[in-house]
């Protein structure tokens, strides 16, 4: 049976974790998944700027034993000639076993899935959602705070355009016993239907704040974002806010001693580097915990479009 990953709730809580038992035993015996996916092609079709999440899967392709087809620059491919994301999916299909989708339009990666003929991936698209990028946040959540019960989430930066922050509040309301406190300027606040589907309907605690300093000795978690520049339409804004927040060691001061602190990168001037040398920074951790994840994933949609 042929399935695709577009949103993260795509996935039951069950299977997410047990994409994360997966990817515990691929970090435990990598060799012994050095030929599962021999024989087989992922094709990676993005149509904005990645570095990260396209050679994540690359990588995590070739750690597989299988092959890659690359599409890196949307300005040399059909697309630019007027093709459609859905004749793109059908004819990529006939190439490849597998596509991940990185594409700025949002719905783009679910028109995709219901053109192609194997499963999709979406890699990301526009400022909807980014469930891949959940995968990497939760496995390193679970790794570095054992679970996801009784945590309080800090959300900070730009949580209206972040797709990582929709996917990942999304995912984490499902562990129940959570709180979140959201962390932004007015104008980058989560979008309310985020809050809708993931937070008020299932009576999930958060609060919204613009100070960072004012929460950090509470938070568990600290995830932190970049401006979304690529998303404004006028840069004044984009200027105005992109230095909104910078973690620093001074705030760093403040916050617990187990507090994990994350980001899905590129990182600009959230964080300040002083900060890499804490023990509490995780998200070069997190970088690599998403190429597992991946291979996790690519595994197991591979193994159910076969039987
Ligand atoms: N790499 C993440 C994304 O593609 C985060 C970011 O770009 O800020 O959404």
Not at 10 to 25: C, F, I, Q
Not at 55 to 60: N, Q
Not at 106 to 123: C, D, K, Q, R, S
């Amino acid at each position: 049976m042929r399935r695709s990953v577009i949103d993260i709730s795509d996935l039951s809580p069950a299977e997410l974790e047990a994409l994360m038992d997966t990817a515990e035993d691929i970090i435990a015996h990598p060799a012994a998944y050095a030929e599962s996916c021999r024989g087989k092609k992922l094709a990676t079709l993005f149509f904005e700027p990645s570095t990260r999440t396209r050679m994540s899967f690359e990588a995590a392709m070739y750690e597989l034993g299988g092959n890659v087809l690359s599409m890196t620059d949307a300005a040399s491919s059909s697309a630019a000639k007027g093709e459609s994301v859905a004749d793109t999916a059908r004819v990529i299909s006939c190439y490849a076993d597998i596509i991940a989708m990185r594409h700025p339009k949002e719905g783009a990666a679910l028109v995709a899935a219901n053109n192609a003929t194997v499963p999709v991936i979406n890699a990301g698209d526009g400022g909807h959602c980014h469930p891949t990028q959940t995968l990497a946040d939760l496995l390193t959540i679970r790794r570095e705070k054992g679970g996801f019960s009784g945590l309080t989430v800090g959300l900070c930066g730009d949580l209206k355009f972040g797709r990582t922050v929709h996917s990942l509040v999304n995912a984490l309301s499902r562990y129940g016993d959570i709180r979140f406190v959201l962390i932004s300027p007015e104008e980058l606040k989560l979008p309310s239907y985020v809050k809708e589907d993931a937070l008020k309907s299932k009576g999930i605690p958060y609060r919204q704040t613009e100070r960072l300093e004012e929460v950090m000795p509470d938070l568990d978690v600290l995830y932190m974002t970049r401006v979304q520049k690529e998303r404004f339409f006028n840069e004044e804004d984009y200027l105005r806010l992109k230095d909104s927040y910078i973690l620093d060691p001074a705030k760093m001061a403040a916050a617990k001693e187990d507090l994990i602190v994350m980001h899905p990168l590129p990182r600009v001037n959230e964080i300040s580097v002083a900060v890499d040398r804490d023990p509490r920074a995780c998200y070069f951790k997190q970088v690599l915990y998403g190429k597992y994840m991946r291979m996790a994933l690519i595994l197991k949609l591979l193994g159910e479009a076969a039987s």
